[in-house]
């Protein structure tokens, strides 16, 4: 039998996506889609609950936990920038719950019921039986649940990540081949951070704005098709509805209802046959360059802050201590996407970043005894 800590384990996870499940749907405007987000909540606490009861029997009692650190951070994230980040985030945890639920039932030798998926079927099942919403609805609604909301998030993580390990690496590298050369290692490592710092941003820009130039090609098109061949749509409409799990009638209802108006129909068609979401458009390509370049450049400083009043090896050792440290807080918000330990991201990011650091110092130190000899 598997140890009482992860079934715990188990448990919190189940709690956390009630609680955030019902902070979304506090924060939601529109009481068809909140009701959708409490009927979630009131699933995963079901889940909490039942196994709870199915500890008791086996004798491991467990009692039910409060929200963890992580769940009121990603609360708070969210009352900040938005809930549509953390419903990116929830995808995440929808799937570690499914995961468990099905390893739990395979070791138990409980048969499948079908209902142990991700919650993008709930949603459907919830829409089609208890809840008549539009077409228009249900388009908004799984449109936020696909939408990875949490990348900006990630992005920031792993810029800053990116800049520190890199700029780690090429400051010790340098380090490595002088001896009591601060100047050289402060010239190679401002250098090695505004070239990072641009490169990224030039990157970042190209990529949305590449992004947005291909997305509004495509959903003028699809107006056109609208206009053109309203028949064609409306059929393609019901079959998507269909396949999503709604009953005939109902999926040609509710496409006949958006049909109605081309540009509802035109918002619907380009989340569900594009998988297009408009909001993403509305990003500003320079405002991601800027983005970029600050994470990056907030990463990259720290390994070469102490080269600015030390030198030598005391320099070596603050730079060493400080990226530890900033790679330890790395791998720590890492853990807001990812649901691990604190101690097991942080320490990981740390070894493989201080590992990268100590191979470029011990190539730099060997070149630079090659070049002195």
């Given at each position: 039998?598997?140890?009482?800590?992860?079934?715990?384990?188990?448990?919190?996870?189940?709690?956390?996506?009630?609680?955030?499940?019902?902070?979304?749907?506090?924060?939601?405007?529109?009481p068809g889609i909140a009701n959708?987000?409490?009927?979630?909540?009131?699933?995963?606490?079901?889940?909490?609950?039942?196994?709870?009861?199915?500890?008791?029997?086996?004798?491991?009692?467990?009692?039910?936990?409060?929200?963890?650190?992580?769940?009121?951070?990603?609360?708070?994230?969210?009352?900040?920038?938005?809930?549509?980040?953390?419903?990116?985030?929830?995808?995440?945890?929808?799937?570690?719950?499914?995961?468990?639920?099905?390893?739990?039932?395979?070791?138990?030798?409980?048969?499948?019921?079908?209902?142990?998926?991700?919650?993008?079927?709930?949603?459907?099942?919830?829409?089609?039986?208890?809840?008549?919403?539009?077409?228009?609805?249900?388009?908004?609604?799984?449109?936020?649940?696909?939408?990875?909301?949490?990348?900006?998030?990630?992005?920031?993580?792993?810029?800053?990540?990116?800049?520190?390990?890199?700029?780690?690496?090429?400051?010790?590298?340098?380090?490595?081949?002088?001896?009591?050369?601060?100047?050289?290692?402060?010239?190679?490592?401002?250098?090695?951070?505004?070239?990072?710092?641009?490169?990224?941003?030039?990157?970042?820009?190209?990529?949305?704005?590449?992004?947005?130039?291909?997305?509004?090609?495509?959903?003028?098109?699809?107006?056109?098709?609208?206009?053109?061949?309203?028949?064609?749509?409306?059929?393609?409409?019901?079959?998507?509805?269909?396949?999503?799990?709604?009953?005939?009638g109902q999926a040609h209802d509710?496409?006949?209802?958006?049909?109605?108006?081309?540009?509802?129909?035109?918002?619907?068609?380009?989340?569900?046959?594009?998988?297009?979401?408009?909001?993403?458009?509305?990003?500003?390509?320079?405002?991601?360059?800027?983005?970029?370049?600050?994470?990056?450049?907030?990463?990259?400083?720290?390994?070469?802050?102490?080269?600015?009043?030390?030198?030598?090896?005391?320099?070596?050792?603050?730079?060493?201590?400080?990226?530890?440290?900033?790679?330890?807080?790395?791998?720590?918000?890492?853990?807001?996407?990812?649901?691990?330990?604190?101690?097991?991201?942080?320490?990981?990011?740390?070894?493989?970043?201080?590992?990268?650091?100590?191979?470029?110092?011990?190539?730099?130190?060997?070149?630079?005894?090659?070049?002195?000899?």
């Amino acid at each position: 039998m598997p140890p009482a800590s992860n079934f715990a384990a188990s448990v919190q996870t189940e709690v956390d996506a009630a609680y955030l499940y019902e902070r979304i749907a506090a924060a939601e405007s529109d009481p068809g889609i909140a009701n959708v987000f409490h009927e979630l909540s009131k699933i995963e606490s079901g889940h909490a609950h039942g196994m709870l009861r199915g500890l008791a029997q086996k004798g491991i009692h467990v009692a039910l936990p409060g929200p963890s650190w992580r769940a009121r951070v990603l609360d708070r994230i969210g009352k900040i920038f938005g809930y549509d980040y953390i419903i990116g985030v929830m995808m995440d945890t929808e799937k570690s719950i499914a995961q468990a639920v099905v390893q739990q039932k395979t070791n138990e030798r409980v048969p499948m019921k079908g209902d142990e998926g991700n919650h993008v079927k709930i949603l459907q099942s919830l829409l089609s039986s208890k809840h008549k919403v539009s077409g228009e609805e249900l388009s908004r609604i799984e449109g936020r649940h696909k939408t990875v909301g949490g990348n900006a998030l990630r992005a920031a993580v792993l810029g800053a990540n990116d800049g520190l390990v890199s700029n780690l690496s090429l400051v010790m590298g340098v380090a490595g081949a002088t001896t009591g050369g601060e100047s050289a290692v402060l010239l190679a490592g401002s250098a090695g951070l505004l070239a990072g710092a641009l490169s990224m941003a030039l990157g970042e820009w190209i990529s949305v704005k590449s992004s947005q130039e291909l997305y509004e090609r495509q959903m003028a098109l699809e107006m056109d098709e609208i206009e053109s061949n309203p028949e064609g749509e409306l059929k393609e409409l019901t079959l998507i509805y269909i396949a999503k799990g709604i009953p005939e009638g109902q999926a040609h209802d509710m496409a006949v209802e958006v049909m109605s108006d081309h540009q509802r129909a035109h918002a619907v068609l380009v989340k569900e046959e594009l998988g297009i979401n408009p909001d993403e458009l509305k990003s500003s390509a320079w405002e991601a360059a800027i983005a970029s370049f600050i994470l990056f450049a907030i990463g990259a400083i720290i390994p070469l802050a102490p080269f600015f009043w030390s030198a030598g090896y005391t320099a070596i050792v603050w730079s060493v201590i400080a990226s530890g440290l900033g790679l330890f807080v790395i791998g720590s918000a890492i853990t807001l996407f990812t649901g691990k330990s604190i101690w097991f991201s942080g320490t990981r990011q740390v070894v493989f970043g201080l590992l990268a650091a100590a191979i470029t110092f011990g190539i730099g130190r060997l070149v630079g005894v090659s070049i002195a000899g």
